[in-house]
Protein backbone atom coordinates (compact mmCIF):
# COMPACT_ATOMS: atom_id res chain seq x y z
CA UNK A 1 0.00 0.00 0.00
CA UNK A 2 0.41 3.66 -0.80
CA UNK A 3 0.85 5.65 2.55
CA UNK A 4 0.23 9.32 1.86
CA UNK A 5 0.19 11.15 4.87
CA UNK A 6 -0.78 13.95 5.11
CA UNK A 7 1.69 16.69 7.51
CA UNK A 8 -0.09 18.81 9.82
CA UNK A 9 0.49 21.12 13.14
CA UNK A 10 -2.40 20.00 16.09
CA UNK A 11 -5.55 21.62 15.50
CA UNK A 12 -4.27 23.31 12.20
CA UNK A 13 -7.33 24.44 10.03
CA UNK A 14 -6.71 23.97 6.54
CA UNK A 15 -8.27 26.81 4.81
CA UNK A 16 -10.62 25.88 1.79
CA UNK A 17 -12.36 28.85 0.53
CA UNK A 18 -14.39 30.34 3.35
CA UNK A 19 -15.33 27.53 5.43
CA UNK A 20 -12.40 24.92 6.51
CA UNK A 21 -11.97 21.44 7.16
CA UNK A 22 -9.58 20.02 10.48
CA UNK A 23 -6.20 17.55 9.49
CA UNK A 24 -5.05 15.52 12.58
CA UNK A 25 -1.27 14.53 12.30
CA UNK A 26 -0.69 11.68 10.68
CA UNK A 27 -4.27 11.07 8.78
CA UNK A 28 -3.45 8.61 6.49
CA UNK A 29 -5.11 8.53 2.68
CA UNK A 30 -4.26 4.75 1.48
CA UNK A 31 -4.78 4.14 -2.07
CA UNK A 32 -3.83 0.81 -3.72
CA UNK A 33 -0.39 -0.04 -4.87
CA UNK A 34 -1.57 0.71 -8.74
CA UNK A 35 1.21 -1.30 -10.32
CA UNK A 36 0.27 -4.49 -8.76
CA UNK A 37 -3.26 -4.28 -9.86
CA UNK A 38 -2.72 -3.26 -13.58
CA UNK A 39 -0.39 -5.10 -16.14
CA UNK A 40 -0.54 -2.39 -18.72
CA UNK A 41 0.08 1.39 -18.72
CA UNK A 42 -3.68 1.50 -19.73
CA UNK A 43 -5.12 -0.77 -17.69
CA UNK A 44 -3.04 1.26 -14.62
CA UNK A 45 -4.80 4.29 -15.92
CA UNK A 46 -8.33 3.06 -15.40
CA UNK A 47 -7.40 1.39 -11.64
CA UNK A 48 -6.25 4.88 -11.12
CA UNK A 49 -9.34 6.76 -12.16
CA UNK A 50 -11.51 4.37 -10.53
CA UNK A 51 -9.64 4.89 -7.36
CA UNK A 52 -9.86 8.84 -7.51
CA UNK A 53 -13.47 8.49 -8.11
CA UNK A 54 -14.73 8.70 -4.50
CA UNK A 55 -12.68 11.61 -3.79
CA UNK A 56 -13.48 13.83 -7.30
CA UNK A 57 -17.35 12.79 -6.33
CA UNK A 58 -16.84 14.37 -2.91
CA UNK A 59 -15.32 17.53 -3.75
CA UNK A 60 -17.47 17.94 -6.93
CA UNK A 61 -19.29 20.95 -4.57
CA UNK A 62 -15.77 22.87 -4.61
CA UNK A 63 -15.74 23.33 -8.73
CA UNK A 64 -19.07 24.43 -9.44
CA UNK A 65 -17.66 27.66 -8.78
CA UNK A 66 -18.87 31.04 -7.12
CA UNK A 67 -22.45 32.23 -7.72
CA UNK A 68 -24.86 33.63 -7.80
CA UNK A 69 -27.58 30.58 -8.06
CA UNK A 70 -30.33 31.88 -6.38
CA UNK A 71 -32.07 29.19 -8.37
CA UNK A 72 -30.74 26.80 -5.31
CA UNK A 73 -32.15 28.32 -2.64
CA UNK A 74 -34.94 26.17 -0.68
CA UNK A 75 -37.62 28.63 0.80
CA UNK A 76 -41.16 27.79 2.19
CA UNK A 77 -43.98 27.32 -0.14
CA UNK A 78 -44.83 30.89 -2.00
CA UNK A 79 -41.62 32.50 -1.49
CA UNK A 80 -39.15 32.68 -4.42
CA UNK A 81 -35.28 34.56 -4.89
CA UNK A 82 -34.10 36.36 -7.79
CA UNK A 83 -31.67 38.50 -8.89
CA UNK A 84 -31.96 42.52 -8.13
CA UNK A 85 -28.38 42.92 -9.00
CA UNK A 86 -25.16 41.55 -9.88
CA UNK A 87 -21.41 41.91 -10.06
CA UNK A 88 -21.54 44.04 -7.27
CA UNK A 89 -17.86 43.24 -5.88
CA UNK A 90 -17.83 42.21 -2.07
CA UNK A 91 -21.87 43.80 -1.45
CA UNK A 92 -22.34 44.24 2.05
CA UNK A 93 -24.44 47.07 4.52
CA UNK A 94 -27.30 48.11 2.32
CA UNK A 95 -29.35 51.25 2.71
CA UNK A 96 -32.13 52.50 0.72
CA UNK A 97 -32.81 56.43 0.23
CA UNK A 98 -36.32 57.88 0.24
CA UNK A 99 -35.89 58.47 -3.48
CA UNK A 100 -35.37 54.63 -4.23
CA UNK A 101 -31.52 54.84 -4.76
CA UNK A 102 -29.75 51.42 -2.86
CA UNK A 103 -26.57 52.50 -1.20
CA UNK A 104 -24.19 49.27 -0.99
CA UNK A 105 -20.81 49.21 1.31
CA UNK A 106 -18.03 46.74 1.02
CA UNK A 107 -15.38 45.78 3.27
CA UNK A 108 -12.21 44.13 1.43
CA UNK A 109 -12.96 46.05 -2.36
CA UNK A 110 -12.82 49.75 -0.82
CA UNK A 111 -15.90 51.09 -2.48
CA UNK A 112 -19.28 52.22 -2.18
CA UNK A 113 -21.82 51.93 -4.36
CA UNK A 114 -25.56 53.52 -5.80
CA UNK A 115 -27.80 50.68 -7.45
CA UNK A 116 -30.29 52.13 -9.49
CA UNK A 117 -33.85 50.54 -10.70
CA UNK A 118 -34.83 52.78 -13.25
CA UNK A 119 -38.03 51.70 -14.83
CA UNK A 120 -39.19 50.17 -11.59
CA UNK A 121 -39.12 46.36 -12.56
CA UNK A 122 -37.22 45.12 -9.46
CA UNK A 123 -33.78 44.47 -10.91
CA UNK A 124 -31.52 47.09 -11.21
CA UNK A 125 -30.53 49.28 -14.36
CA UNK A 126 -27.28 50.61 -13.59
CA UNK A 127 -24.21 49.94 -10.86
CA UNK A 128 -21.90 53.29 -9.93
CA UNK A 129 -18.80 53.32 -7.98
CA UNK A 130 -19.84 56.25 -5.98
CA UNK A 131 -16.41 56.07 -3.50
CA UNK A 132 -13.06 54.11 -3.47
CA UNK A 133 -9.73 53.62 -2.06
CA UNK A 134 -11.86 53.74 1.23
CA UNK A 135 -10.57 51.81 4.54
CA UNK A 136 -13.20 49.24 4.97
CA UNK A 137 -16.51 50.53 4.15
CA UNK A 138 -19.06 48.38 5.16
CA UNK A 139 -21.77 50.77 6.97
CA UNK A 140 -23.76 52.93 5.24
CA UNK A 141 -26.74 54.89 6.60
CA UNK A 142 -29.03 57.55 5.04
CA UNK A 143 -30.63 60.80 6.55
CA UNK A 144 -31.29 64.38 5.56
CA UNK A 145 -30.23 63.73 1.87
CA UNK A 146 -27.17 62.57 2.81
CA UNK A 147 -25.35 59.54 3.11
CA UNK A 148 -22.88 58.27 5.74
CA UNK A 149 -20.28 55.72 5.36
CA UNK A 150 -18.22 53.74 8.13
CA UNK A 151 -14.62 53.63 7.35
CA UNK A 152 -12.79 51.63 10.29
CA UNK A 153 -11.57 54.33 12.44
CA UNK A 154 -13.89 57.43 10.64
CA UNK A 155 -17.64 58.40 9.38
CA UNK A 156 -18.17 60.14 6.32
CA UNK A 157 -21.07 62.32 4.56
CA UNK A 158 -21.98 62.59 1.51
CA UNK A 159 -23.99 65.48 1.40
CA UNK A 160 -26.97 65.65 -1.41
CA UNK A 161 -25.89 62.50 -2.61
CA UNK A 162 -29.06 61.56 -4.66
CA UNK A 163 -28.70 64.40 -7.50
CA UNK A 164 -24.91 63.78 -7.72
CA UNK A 165 -24.68 60.08 -8.37
CA UNK A 166 -22.07 60.53 -10.97
CA UNK A 167 -20.20 63.66 -9.84
CA UNK A 168 -20.24 62.75 -6.00
CA UNK A 169 -19.06 65.52 -3.49
CA UNK A 170 -16.16 65.03 -1.38
CA UNK A 171 -17.15 63.91 2.13
CA UNK A 172 -17.49 65.70 5.07
CA UNK A 173 -15.46 63.77 7.93
CA UNK A 174 -18.23 63.73 10.70
CA UNK A 175 -15.87 62.00 13.50
CA UNK A 176 -12.54 60.60 13.44
CA UNK A 177 -12.30 59.42 16.90
CA UNK A 178 -12.68 55.30 16.56
CA UNK A 179 -9.88 52.73 16.94
CA UNK A 180 -8.01 52.40 13.87
CA UNK A 181 -7.52 48.39 14.24
CA UNK A 182 -8.12 46.72 11.30
CA UNK A 183 -9.25 42.85 13.10
CA UNK A 184 -13.55 43.38 13.79
CA UNK A 185 -12.91 47.38 12.90
CA UNK A 186 -14.95 47.03 9.70
CA UNK A 187 -18.68 48.53 10.89
CA UNK A 188 -22.30 48.20 10.46
CA UNK A 189 -24.40 51.71 11.52
CA UNK A 190 -27.88 52.30 11.29
CA UNK A 191 -29.61 55.92 12.79
CA UNK A 192 -32.06 54.69 15.24
CA UNK A 193 -35.47 55.49 15.95
CA UNK A 194 -34.12 58.59 18.97
CA UNK A 195 -31.99 60.10 15.85
CA UNK A 196 -28.93 58.94 16.87
CA UNK A 197 -26.46 56.69 14.59
CA UNK A 198 -25.37 53.63 16.32
CA UNK A 199 -21.90 52.51 15.87
CA UNK A 200 -20.53 49.45 16.94
CA UNK A 201 -16.47 49.30 17.82
CA UNK A 202 -15.55 45.68 17.55
CA UNK A 203 -12.87 43.85 19.83
CA UNK A 204 -9.43 43.97 18.32
CA UNK A 205 -9.08 40.32 18.76
CA UNK A 206 -10.19 37.00 19.21
CA UNK A 207 -10.90 37.44 22.52
CA UNK A 208 -9.10 39.53 25.04
CA UNK A 209 -9.65 42.01 27.56
CA UNK A 210 -8.87 46.10 26.77
CA UNK A 211 -10.02 48.77 28.46
CA UNK A 212 -7.45 51.40 26.74
CA UNK A 213 -10.23 52.30 24.07
CA UNK A 214 -13.91 51.79 23.63
CA UNK A 215 -13.58 48.32 22.02
CA UNK A 216 -16.33 45.30 22.10
CA UNK A 217 -19.37 48.25 22.70
CA UNK A 218 -22.35 50.11 20.76
CA UNK A 219 -21.71 53.50 20.72
CA UNK A 220 -24.03 56.05 19.41
CA UNK A 221 -23.83 60.06 18.53
CA UNK A 222 -25.62 62.46 16.76
CA UNK A 223 -26.06 63.42 13.50
CA UNK A 224 -23.11 65.66 13.14
CA UNK A 225 -20.59 63.57 15.28
CA UNK A 226 -21.37 65.11 18.82
CA UNK A 227 -22.40 63.72 21.56
CA UNK A 228 -20.36 60.28 21.34
CA UNK A 229 -20.84 57.82 23.68
CA UNK A 230 -21.14 54.00 25.27
CA UNK A 231 -24.56 52.61 24.55
CA UNK A 232 -23.83 48.90 25.19
CA UNK A 233 -20.70 46.88 26.25
CA UNK A 234 -19.62 43.47 25.90
CA UNK A 235 -20.09 43.16 22.83
CA UNK A 236 -17.64 41.09 20.89
CA UNK A 237 -18.68 42.15 17.05
CA UNK A 238 -21.97 42.99 15.82
CA UNK A 239 -22.42 43.31 12.01
CA UNK A 240 -25.77 43.61 12.36
CA UNK A 241 -28.83 45.50 14.54
CA UNK A 242 -32.50 46.97 14.28
CA UNK A 243 -35.31 48.47 16.55
CA UNK A 244 -38.46 46.72 16.94
CA UNK A 245 -41.27 48.22 15.68
CA UNK A 246 -43.30 48.37 18.70
CA UNK A 247 -41.59 48.82 21.58
CA UNK A 248 -38.41 50.95 19.90
CA UNK A 249 -36.19 48.13 21.75
CA UNK A 250 -32.75 47.75 20.17
CA UNK A 251 -31.87 44.07 18.66
CA UNK A 252 -28.33 43.00 17.81
CA UNK A 253 -26.76 40.07 16.44
CA UNK A 254 -23.06 39.11 18.32
CA UNK A 255 -20.58 36.78 16.59
CA UNK A 256 -19.03 34.33 19.67
CA UNK A 257 -15.20 33.96 20.05
CA UNK A 258 -13.73 31.37 18.20
CA UNK A 259 -11.56 28.26 19.31
CA UNK A 260 -13.01 26.58 21.93
CA UNK A 261 -14.69 23.89 19.70
CA UNK A 262 -17.25 23.26 16.80
CA UNK A 263 -19.97 24.05 18.96
CA UNK A 264 -19.09 26.16 21.51
CA UNK A 265 -19.79 29.10 22.11
CA UNK A 266 -22.95 30.23 20.58
CA UNK A 267 -23.49 33.11 18.42
CA UNK A 268 -25.96 35.91 19.79
CA UNK A 269 -29.09 37.75 19.25
CA UNK A 270 -29.30 40.23 21.94
CA UNK A 271 -31.81 42.70 23.35
CA UNK A 272 -31.12 46.34 24.79
CA UNK A 273 -34.17 47.72 26.13
CA UNK A 274 -31.93 50.37 27.45
CA UNK A 275 -28.46 52.43 27.84
CA UNK A 276 -25.65 51.21 30.07
CA UNK A 277 -26.25 47.19 29.82
CA UNK A 278 -23.17 44.38 29.45
CA UNK A 279 -23.84 41.59 27.41
CA UNK A 280 -20.42 39.69 28.91
CA UNK A 281 -17.44 39.46 26.36
CA UNK A 282 -14.92 38.91 27.06
CA UNK A 283 -16.04 36.85 30.59
CA UNK A 284 -18.97 35.08 29.63
CA UNK A 285 -20.52 33.30 26.48
CA UNK A 286 -23.87 32.72 25.17
CA UNK A 287 -25.44 33.30 28.96
CA UNK A 288 -23.86 30.49 30.53
CA UNK A 289 -20.02 29.93 29.73
CA UNK A 290 -17.41 31.05 31.12
CA UNK A 291 -14.77 31.78 28.69
CA UNK A 292 -11.89 29.62 29.75
CA UNK A 293 -9.23 32.60 29.87
CA UNK A 294 -11.24 35.51 31.14
CA UNK A 295 -14.21 33.77 33.05
CA UNK A 296 -12.51 33.53 36.46
CA UNK A 297 -12.28 37.20 36.62
CA UNK A 298 -17.01 37.32 36.55
CA UNK A 299 -19.28 35.48 37.17
CA UNK A 300 -22.14 34.87 34.03
CA UNK A 301 -24.95 36.37 36.45
CA UNK A 302 -23.60 39.77 36.20
CA UNK A 303 -24.28 40.12 32.81
CA UNK A 304 -27.59 40.95 30.37
CA UNK A 305 -28.08 36.96 28.61
CA UNK A 306 -28.92 36.93 24.64
CA UNK A 307 -32.30 37.10 23.58
CA UNK A 308 -31.91 33.69 22.12
CA UNK A 309 -28.76 31.30 21.73
CA UNK A 310 -27.62 30.98 17.69
CA UNK A 311 -25.72 28.21 15.89
CA UNK A 312 -22.05 28.45 17.09
CA UNK A 313 -19.60 29.87 14.54
CA UNK A 314 -22.63 30.40 11.61
CA UNK A 315 -21.38 33.95 12.25
CA UNK A 316 -24.84 35.78 12.24
CA UNK A 317 -24.54 39.45 10.70
CA UNK A 318 -27.57 41.28 9.44
CA UNK A 319 -30.74 40.86 10.93
CA UNK A 320 -33.79 43.27 10.34
CA UNK A 321 -37.83 43.09 11.42
CA UNK A 322 -39.88 42.56 9.17
CA UNK A 323 -42.05 45.53 8.33
CA UNK A 324 -43.82 44.70 5.30
CA UNK A 325 -47.27 43.36 3.70
CA UNK A 326 -45.77 40.93 1.35
CA UNK A 327 -45.32 38.58 3.09
CA UNK A 328 -48.09 36.50 5.15
CA UNK A 329 -49.11 37.65 8.69
CA UNK A 330 -47.24 35.30 10.70
CA UNK A 331 -44.00 36.95 9.31
CA UNK A 332 -44.62 40.54 10.67
CA UNK A 333 -41.82 41.83 13.54
CA UNK A 334 -40.62 38.95 13.50
CA UNK A 335 -36.35 38.34 12.72
CA UNK A 336 -35.05 37.49 9.71
CA UNK A 337 -30.85 37.14 9.78
CA UNK A 338 -28.18 36.46 7.46
CA UNK A 339 -25.78 34.02 8.98
CA UNK A 340 -22.37 34.36 6.73
CA UNK A 341 -21.04 30.96 7.27
CA UNK A 342 -18.06 29.51 9.28
CA UNK A 343 -14.66 29.70 8.90
CA UNK A 344 -12.80 27.11 11.02
CA UNK A 345 -15.30 24.73 11.57
CA UNK A 346 -14.33 21.21 10.83
CA UNK A 347 -18.12 20.59 9.46
CA UNK A 348 -19.15 24.31 7.92
CA UNK A 349 -22.27 25.93 9.24
CA UNK A 350 -24.51 29.16 8.29
CA UNK A 351 -24.37 30.22 4.96
CA UNK A 352 -28.38 30.73 4.93
CA UNK A 353 -31.01 33.41 6.13
CA UNK A 354 -33.01 32.03 9.84
CA UNK A 355 -35.39 33.06 11.41
CA UNK A 356 -36.31 34.14 14.99
CA UNK A 357 -40.04 33.86 15.95
CA UNK A 358 -41.18 36.59 18.73
CA UNK A 359 -43.67 35.96 21.63
CA UNK A 360 -44.81 38.76 23.46
CA UNK A 361 -41.42 40.48 22.98
CA UNK A 362 -39.47 37.08 23.55
CA UNK A 363 -37.45 34.92 21.49
CA UNK A 364 -39.24 31.80 20.93
CA UNK A 365 -37.61 29.85 18.16
CA UNK A 366 -34.53 30.16 15.97
CA UNK A 367 -35.18 28.25 12.80
CA UNK A 368 -34.23 28.20 9.00
CA UNK A 369 -36.13 30.06 6.60
CA UNK A 370 -33.94 30.38 3.31
CA UNK A 371 -30.52 27.48 2.48
CA UNK A 372 -28.70 26.79 -0.29
CA UNK A 373 -25.80 28.17 -0.35
CA UNK A 374 -23.41 26.16 0.94
CA UNK A 375 -23.16 23.03 -0.97
CA UNK A 376 -21.02 20.05 1.42
CA UNK A 377 -18.17 21.63 2.22
CA UNK A 378 -18.24 24.51 -0.28
CA UNK A 379 -20.22 27.96 -0.90
CA UNK A 380 -21.00 29.60 -3.54
CA UNK A 381 -22.28 32.64 -1.77
CA UNK A 382 -22.01 34.32 1.59
CA UNK A 383 -25.35 36.40 2.81
CA UNK A 384 -24.67 39.22 4.84
CA UNK A 385 -26.91 41.89 5.11
CA UNK A 386 -30.83 42.37 4.76
CA UNK A 387 -33.17 45.06 3.69
CA UNK A 388 -37.38 45.33 4.05
CA UNK A 389 -37.86 47.20 0.53
CA UNK A 390 -41.33 49.53 0.38
CA UNK A 391 -43.31 46.74 -1.51
CA UNK A 392 -42.41 44.37 1.02
CA UNK A 393 -39.71 41.82 -0.44
CA UNK A 394 -36.55 41.46 1.18
CA UNK A 395 -33.58 42.22 -0.24
CA UNK A 396 -30.31 39.82 0.33
CA UNK A 397 -26.80 40.80 -0.56
CA UNK A 398 -23.68 38.36 -1.07
CA UNK A 399 -20.14 39.44 -0.88
CA UNK A 400 -18.65 36.31 -2.35
CA UNK A 401 -21.36 35.96 -5.14
CA UNK A 402 -20.72 39.99 -5.46
CA UNK A 403 -24.73 39.91 -5.89
CA UNK A 404 -28.32 41.28 -4.11
CA UNK A 405 -31.12 39.17 -4.45
CA UNK A 406 -34.84 40.15 -4.17
CA UNK A 407 -37.24 37.46 -2.06
CA UNK A 408 -41.29 37.95 -3.00
CA UNK A 409 -43.59 35.77 -2.14
CA UNK A 410 -46.86 34.73 -3.55
CA UNK A 411 -49.78 32.86 -2.31
CA UNK A 412 -49.02 28.89 -3.75
CA UNK A 413 -51.62 27.47 -5.35
CA UNK A 414 -53.40 24.32 -3.68
CA UNK A 415 -52.10 22.09 -6.52
CA UNK A 416 -48.57 23.39 -6.10
CA UNK A 417 -47.72 21.24 -3.50
Known amino acids: MIDLTVPATPGKRMRGGEATGTFSPGREMILPEFHLLARTRGQLLTVALLAFLPFLVAFLPAIKGRGPHPDRVKM ?3 FEMKLYAQNVKNARSMVMSPGGVLFVGTRDAGRVYAII ?18 NMPNGVAFRDGALYVAEVSRILRYDGIETRLRNPPNPVVVSSQFPKDGHHGWKFMAFGPDGMLYVPVGAPCNVCERTDMPYATIMRMRPDGSGLEVFASGVRNTVGFDWHPVTGDLWFTDNGRDWMGDDLPPDELNRAPRRGLHFGFPYCHGGTIPDPDFGKKKSCEDFTPPAIQLGSHVAALGMRFYRGKMFPPKYENQIFIAEHGSWNRSTPVGYRITLVRLKEDRAVKYEVFAEGWLE ?4 WGRPVDLLVMPDGSLLVSDDRANAIYRITYRQPSPHSE
Open 117 to 134: DRNGDHVADEVLTIAKGL
Open 76 to 78: PPG
Open 376 to 379: GFTA
